[in-house]
């Protein structure tokens, strides 16, 4: 092994509880109440980001999508920008690192190994997450899918990432909470790959599976 390959979000750094609370803050402000405010958005925001991994709409029109639906509006893009701004905002200020990221990461660079991120998120917010959380220092390589044609699982997301270190795909190791997009695409790109299966939502998988990063060996 000459490498580990980290996702982002949910993986290094707190996305999901960040969003949650951020559109139900978000939500408030525009009328929008309710116990499956949290669950809704997360619901939209997987469709439309998967449109937008595909390549079949724009980073920004996914935002856009997003709130449209949400708030089932019918608004122009000006108008949609502006909303999704005031749950953007919410959400960037509730970043947070898991416990177990930065020592993970510091292990696989102490023993010789080079740590990257492959995440499918927009190059520059994900520097700013990077930057803000203390990660950028803690890491050698960050590959964004928005500079990719097409994000994971594509396999060609992770041949890039291995291309790019001069790899072969089974000297990196692929680390990931997303069974579909982190680990089933790693392995059908040829890498090994791991579950990072924080909550015990897949019992039984037939991957290698763990319950937090000081779990991982490499």
């Known amino acids: 092994m000459r490498a580990v390959i980290f996702d982002l979000d949910d993986t290094l750094v707190d996305q999901v ?3 949650g609370a951020a559109v139900a803050a978000w939500a408030a402000t525009v009328g929008v109440t309710g116990p499956d405010v949290r669950a809704r958005w997360a619901a939209v925001s997987e469709r439309h980001y998967a449109r937008y991994q595909s390549r079949e709409i724009t980073f920004a029109g996914q935002r856009r999508e997003r709130v449209r639906e949400f708030l089932a509006a019918d608004l122009t893009d000006a108008e949609a920008d502006a909303l999704f701004a005031g749950y953007l905002e919410r959400y960037e200020a509730g970043w ?9 990461l510091r292990r696989v660079r102490a023993a010789g190994l080079t740590a990257a991120v492959l995440t499918n998120g927009d190059e520059g917010q994900q520097r700013r997450k990077l930057d803000r959380l203390g990660l950028s220092s803690e890491i050698d390589v960050l590959v964004a899918s928005s500079s990719l044609p097409a994000g994971k699982p594509d396999p060609r997301a992770f041949r890039h990432v291995v291309d790019l270190l001069g790899l072969s795909p089974a000297a990196a190791l692929m680390v990931g909470d997303s069974l579909e997009k982190d680990v089933r695409g ?3 790109a040829g890498l090994p790959a791991v579950l990072l299966d924080r909550s015990g939502a897949h019992p039984g998988v037939e991957v290698r599976r763990i319950g937090s990063l000081a779990e991982l060996t490499f």
């Open 17 to 19: 509880t960040a969003s």
């Open 96 to 104: 947070t690192i898991f416990d177990d990221a930065i020592p993970a």
């Open 186 to 188: 790693a392995l059908a």
